[in-house]
């Protein structure tokens, strides 16, 4: 049961999280849907390419979190681009998505995020807060474990079903072309549906009800949900894969994949599932 009030010491990584969201947004503004953000300059420890956008913006991230670690907070920071960076301890684990939504911040397009979330574990059941920041718009999104799941510093209540009984109003999808096929069922459902190019801000729309139910076909990094799913949980929501099976002890490690299934109502995340078995 969440109970709205933080912590001292979660309150202490907010701020930073707050610190590194500022910090990014100041070394991204600039490059933004420009040819200078999308100059590819490597490949990063999660596989992808890295572009110059990413790296303006994991190197802002990086030093915040730096800063902080030696100022008596030490831990180490699981990063996209730079993979494992130790800063002192093994413990806690700053997992860290300095640029979600990425090809929409290479075309310019206002929907991406920075991710972060906080780990006393190897597991998504490990992670203790989950923060979400809309670069473009601003909107911050957080949640601590047992204490709830907040929308610019206000207590997230999930808008209620605004669709006919049997029937999702907006789903929510991220894919890639290839895969939309496997979501038929859903869209049998759906009244209208929503793609955001951001699994980080696609599953905290969703933890607030606009996106009612949201789903992954594709396997993609847990890595990417962590802050999310936290914030679904909090609220009180479902979150699987497309198969049904909890998350809670998937690993959280830029290796790790599934697909995604969830809602913060419970009976259209099972209303979802019975249409993808049917």
């Given amino acids: 049961m969440a109970t709205s009030v933080t912590a001292p010491e979660d309150q202490a990584w907010l701020d930073v999280f707050d610190a590194v969201g500022a910090a990014v947004h100041e070394a991204t503004a600039g490059l933004l849907g420009t040819e200078a953000g999308r100059a590819e300059i490597g490949v990063g420890a999660g596989g992808d390419h890295t572009v110059e956008l990413d790296r303006a913006a994991e190197e802002a991230a990086l030093r915040e979190l730096g800063r902080f670690a030696a100022a008596g907070h030490p831990c180490s920071v699981l990063s996209e681009e730079a993979g494992v960076v130790d800063l002192g301890a093994r413990w806690p684990l700053v997992v860290l998505d300095p640029v979600d939504g990425s090809v929409n911040a290479k075309q310019g397009l206002?929907?991406?995020?920075?991710?972060?979330?906080?780990?006393?574990?190897?597991?998504?059941?490990?992670?203790?807060?989950?923060?979400?920041?809309?670069?473009?718009?601003?909107?911050?999104?957080?949640?601590?474990r047992g204490a709830g799941a907040f929308r610019n510093g206000r207590p997230l209540a999930p808008l209620p079903p605004n669709g006919r009984?049997?029937?999702?109003?907006?789903?929510?999808?991220?894919?890639?072309?290839?895969?939309?096929?496997?979501?038929?069922?859903?869209?049998?459902?759906?009244?209208k549906v929503r793609i955001l190019g951001s699994i980080?801000?696609?599953?905290?729309?969703g933890a607030a009800g606009g996106i009612e139910v949201f789903a992954v076909p594709f396997q993609?990094?847990?890595?990417?949900?962590t802050a999310g799913l936290l914030m679904v949980e909090?609220?009180?929501?479902?979150?699987?894969?497309?198969?049904?099976?909890?998350?809670?002890?998937?690993?959280?490690?830029?290796?790790?994949?599934?697909?995604l299934l969830g809602s913060a109502t419970p009976g259209l995340h099972e209303l979802a599932l019975d249409a993808l078995r049917s």
């Fill in 110 to 144: 206002p929907l991406t995020a920075v991710m972060l979330s906080l780990a006393e574990g190897p597991t998504v059941a490990d992670v203790r807060v989950g923060w979400t920041l809309n670069l473009i718009s601003g909107e911050r999104w957080h949640a601590v």
């Fill in 165 to 191: 009984p049997g029937r999702i109003d907006v789903l929510g999808v991220e894919s890639r072309a290839r895969d939309l096929r496997g979501l038929l069922p859903l869209f049998d459902r759906a009244s």
């Fill in 200 to 205: 980080a801000l696609l599953v905290a729309h």
């Fill in 234 to 259: 909090e609220v009180g929501g479902v979150v699987t894969d497309l198969e049904g099976r909890s998350l809670r002890d998937a690993p959280v490690g830029l290796e790790n994949r599934t697909t």
């Fill in 220 to 225: 993609a990094r847990i890595f990417d949900m």
